[in-house]
């Protein structure tokens, strides 16, 4: 093997690392796949086993027993990135045994998530009740914020001047 070729599959790997989504272990451990929309319904029906979600943190709690975020379902892209444009379903709630430092798991931010749902824990929102399926976390992937655009940019000029 050439050393142009190490280096390529090297830069191929780094790439790879970089727009990584979760493990395939954590993905492995998935043994409820029902839609978010059955998980609200019937929290109980896959209640101790592994499902995948992802969305967007509404609100951090972090305590001395761990940390609790609230999160706005929304659909994932074939990398489990959550669609930020897409309609969500609802929320979850997702409750950490460890510090989940707040300045990077900040409200707004897309994060995707391997646990057990444990259930469901029903709280007021407005006035109305409302029921949150409950998730154990074994793996999150917080996702880095997208680019102002996903559009690609193009310039057209010709010779010296300025652009807009």
């Known amino acids: 093997m050439n050393r142009n070729t190490t280096y390529a599959g090297l830069l191929l790997l780094l ?23 059955a998980l609200q ?20 709690a972090p305590s001395p027993g761990g940390t609790e975020l609230i999160v706005l379902e929304l659909p994932l ?12 379903q609802g929320r979850f709630l997702v ?14 931010a897309l994060l995707t998530v391997v646990g057990t749902l444990s259930g469901s824990e029903t709280r007021a929102i ?8 409950r998730l154990l976390p074994t793996e999150t992937k ?5 680019p102002a655009s ?7 000029g010709v010779g010296v001047g300025t652009h807009f």
């Open 126 to 133: 407005g006035g109305f009740d409302y029921r949150y399926p």
């Open 15 to 37: 790439l790879a690392g970089c727009a990584a989504g979760l493990s395939p272990a954590a993905k492995a451990l998935v043994t409820c796949t029902d839609p978010f929309s």
């Open 77 to 88: 892209d074939w990398q489990d990135r959550p669609k930020a444009q897409a309609a969500s």
């Open 142 to 146: 917080l996702w880095p914020a997208a």
């Open 150 to 156: 996903s559009s690609p940019a193009f310039h057209f």
């Open 95 to 108: 409750q950490a045994a460890e510090f989940l430092d707040p300045a990077l798991y900040k409200p707004g």
């Open 41 to 60: 319904a019937e929290p109980d029906r896959c209640a101790g086993e592994m499902v995948l979600l992802g969305g967007r943190i509404l609100e951090i």
